[in-house]
């Protein structure tokens, strides 16, 4: 189809969609009502909608009188009944499709993705492709063809189901409108092996007519990094990825935050391009978008997910409080809970968000409830930790791949504790010491209790560096068959094997190689 049709057919369904968006997001309340009413509606005569009496609940201050909070564990054995073919469990119907995701907090888990939440992850790609039409223009949509470095589309059968990666189960669910525009091809996505993927992705890719890629940030940077080193060694002079995918003009980021890899991507990208950050889960899809580079992002409130929202203080309690969308305020972290039309309810998400607006609802990822660096009282979030990353780069121009914070409990040898930053960079800083400093400068303008420990050095000693092997992470991803897909670096460990391993990787690859410590 020629590009002009294209891009006239995306200006029209752009415009349609971002009116009923802007509509929705303007009375955020009206759209999470309507959603939490249609979803107790379908639900009421499944198992789940009997046992918590469905049909009598009128409000959601009813809802969670009635219905509690419940996690995957508790989740997991009623799951397993629809997974092994019972019908009606927690939706209406049989379950085709279960998302094998690797959970931050409760380890692998196998989760319904219902025909309704295929539906509505359709729905949230035609957002987001409103998104970069607004953001970029209709031409620059058109101009290519849209790449998701995703997990496999090869499935695993289970009796009547199916089950395998999240981002593998919506590339099988593309739309047959959008096939044409979609790489990379149906044998490409569905190759398990993620360093067989990287490899038949440069061999058949390598130069493409890709104007936007969706990916988690790390596994697109080393993606970014083996078509320049393939594309150096056939003769082309410190090539860019913008003169390999000339029609590139837009990344879009989920699954990890993009800021700390962003001074990698400007030097890979080789031009100004649109960056967009994306929030989503496995459980939930795509449920916001950001709007600017930058900037927030805004909920999306009438795409079958109803939200709740319990004060971040309280998240480790038995029994919280939790508020709807009329209930929050600015400024204030929330936890995330939600219920969607893939038979989850009240389901805790592990994350942590906070409102820079409520209509529209803009949000920004401030982190997850069991992801925080408090070794000693410190009290450090993951937000303050990837926001000292992303300061120190841009401070002494270094470029990260990958790291994490591992602490260092006090010993005979080193009596205070300290936070050990392992850091693997594309480009490492001049001057290490000075890296650190920004990065502790940084935290410690956030977080009054980490400032109180590093006062005059008294209650912790000052952070260190260690600088490890280029594909140290990497390889160590590999060995826990952790690549790819969602799977991401841990970025706080207090695991001792994890960075000892580590560090064992690292000696292993530091012959002969520049980015050795």
């Keep these: ?72 564990e508790a989740m997991a054995p009623v799951w397993g009944r629809a997974f092994d073919g019972d019908r009606d469990v ?17 380890g692998d888990k196998l989760l319904p993705v219902t ?5 509505s992850n359709r729905r949230a790609g035609t957002d987001l492709v409103s998104f970069l039409v607004r953001r970029g223009g209709a031409k620059a949509v058109a101009g290519g063809k849209f790449f998701y470095l995703g997990g496999t589309t090869q499935l695993r059968e289970r009796g009547e189901s199916l089950y395998g990666d999240a981002s593998g189960i919506m590339g099988r669910h593309i739309p047959f409108y959008a096939r044409s525009r ?53 003769g082309a002079r410190e090539p860019r990825i913008t003169d390999l995918w000339k029609p590139l003009s837009f990344f879009v980021s989920y699954g990890m935050a993009f800021e700390p890899y962003r001074p990698a991507f400007e030097a890979y990208v080789g031009k100004p391009i649109q960056y967009v950050d994306t929030y989503s889960s496995s459980e939930a899809g795509m449920t916001a978008i950001q709007e600017e580079d930058g900037g927030p992002m805004r909920l999306i409130t009438d795409n079958g997910v109803f939200f709740e929202f319990v004060p971040a203080g309280k998240a480790g309690e038995e029994n919280p409080e939790r508020l709807h969308m009329g209930e929050v305020e600015t400024g204030k972290d929330y936890a995330v809970v939600i219920s969607s039309n893939g038979g989850i309810w009240a389901y805790p998400l592990g994350d942590v968000i ?6 529209p609802p803009r949000i920004r990822f401030s982190g997850r409830t069991q992801i925080f660096l408090s070794a000693f009282g410190e009290h450090v979030t993951l937000e303050m930790i990837e926001k000292a990353v992303s300061s120190a780069c841009r401070q002494t121009g270094a470029v990260v791949s990958d790291y994490t914070v591992w602490p260092r409990y006090p010993s005979p040898d080193h009596p205070k504790p300290a936070h050990r930053w392992i850091m693997e960079f594309d480009r490492p800083p001049a001057d290490g010491e000075a890296f650190l400093a920004h990065v502790d400068e940084s935290i410690r303008s956030e977080n009054e209790d980490y400032d109180t420990h590093r006062l ?21 991803m590999k060995r826990k068959g952790k690549l790819g897909g969602q799977h ?9 094997e994890m960075g000892e391993e580590l560090l064992g990787i690292s000696k292993q690859k530091a012959g002969g190689d520049p980015g050795k410590p």
């Excluded at 025909?115 to 539906?119: E, L």
């Excluded at 000052?462 to 140290?472: F, H, K, N």
């Design 1 to 72: 189809m020629p590009v002009g049709i294209v891009s006239t057919t995306l200006s029209l369904v752009a415009s349609r969609r971002l009116k009923d968006f802007e509509k929705a997001t303007a009375d955020p309340v009206k759209s999470q009502m309507a959603v939490f009413h249609d979803l107790l509606r379908r639900a009421e005569d499944t198992a789940w909608g009997r046992k918590y009496a469905f049909s009598e609940l009128a409000s959601p201050e009813a809802f969670r009188k009635r219905v509690p909070l419940t996690d995957y």
């Design 90 to 106: 927690t939706w209406p119907g049989h379950v085709r499709f279960f998302a094998l995701s690797s959970g931050t907090t409760s």
């Design 115 to 119: 025909r309704d939440a295929i539906r």
């Design 182 to 234: 979609y790489l990379p091809d149906r044998e490409t996505g569905a190759i398990a092996s993620w360093e067989t993927k990287i490899a038949a992705v440069v061999e058949k890719y390598l130069r493409a007519d890709v104007c936007a890629l969706s990916a988690c940030p790390s596994w697109a940077a080393m993606l970014f990094k083996t078509m320049c080193e393939t594309a150096k060694a056939g």
């Design 354 to 359: 906070r409102f820079e607006s409520l209509a």
């Design 456 to 476: 005059d050095d008294y209650g912790m000693s000052p952070p260190t560096l260690i600088p490890v092997a280029r594909g140290t992470f990497w390889e160590w």
């Design 488 to 496: 991401k670096v841990p970025r706080v460990t207090m695991d001792l």
